[in-house]
């Protein structure tokens, strides 16, 4: 019975690896093309973190930094938020993404830090803290077609204010993967890091992931106020 268990949940998780391939190219285009037709801006993007390893971004960090840099020359974002403290290296990742923004020609005056966040709900969480606090009105969520579909239930359930959820579009993406600018990274270094593993169990990091560190400014429902 075990086995066949096991079976089934191979099967299960194949067909939804190759669906989840299919919808992380359509619906983000489909979400794309709907803010275009709308004609849709926003005051800012917030865009996550991405841990800084070995002196220089990888594939998920460039994707979404050159992201955030596209919707801001399109002009469908006015300024981005980068959100994320240093969590699994001794980098704070809102900082990092920023520096290669800036280099990317987005000015330093657009560019806004999170660097509170540690789990990716904390990425909208503060970075909606923050937003208020600047006075924007409008935002997005921009990030990978994966984290995009791993939120989507957290933000419309949690946020008065909506957040337009607008992933990459790979396609878009493709005239920009030439860009490789250098950054100094020295100004985002945090001395005496310790790595979230050695602070926090598997299962507060997983409540962490969850969103239950959060302070909800609603108790019924646990709900973040407008902007």
């Not at 990888?58 to 992201?67: F, I, N």
């Not at 005056?109 to 509170?116: G, V």
């Not at 607008?166 to 396609?171: A, G, I």
Request: with cysteine.
């Amino acid at each position: 019975m075990w086995l066949k268990s096991i079976l089934v949940g191979i099967i299960l998780i194949a067909l939804g690896c190759m669906f989840g391939c299919i919808s992380t190219k359509r619906k983000p285009l489909k979400s794309y093309n709907q803010v275009m037709a709308d004609n849709r801006t926003f005051d800012a993007i917030i865009v996550p973190g991405v841990p800084f390893n070995n002196g220089s971004w990888d594939s998920t960090m460039k994707a979404r930094v050159l992201w955030s840099y596209y919707l801001y020359k399109k002009g469908i974002a006015r300024n981005v938020i980068y959100s994320g403290a240093a969590v699994y290296s001794p980098y704070i990742e809102a900082k990092i993404m920023g520096l290669y923004a800036e280099q990317l020609g987005i000015p330093s005056a657009h560019i806004f830090s999170d660097t509170l966040a540690e789990h990716s709900t904390e990425n909208v969480y503060y970075s909606y803290l923050l937003a208020r606090q600047l006075g924007f009105k409008s935002i997005a969520l921009a990030t990978d077609p994966f984290q995009a579909r791993m939120l989507r239930s957290f933000i419309r359930k949690r946020f008065a204010t909506e957040i337009v959820i607008l992933p990459f579009v790979q396609e878009k993406l493709k005239d920009l993967n030439h860009l490789n600018p250098e950054i100094d990274p020295r100004s985002a270094y945090v001395d005496a890091f310790v790595p979230i593993t050695e602070r926090q169990g598997f299962w507060k990091r997983l409540r962490g992931t969850l969103g239950k560190h959060l302070e909800w400014e609603q108790q019924s429902p646990r709900k973040m106020k407008e902007l």
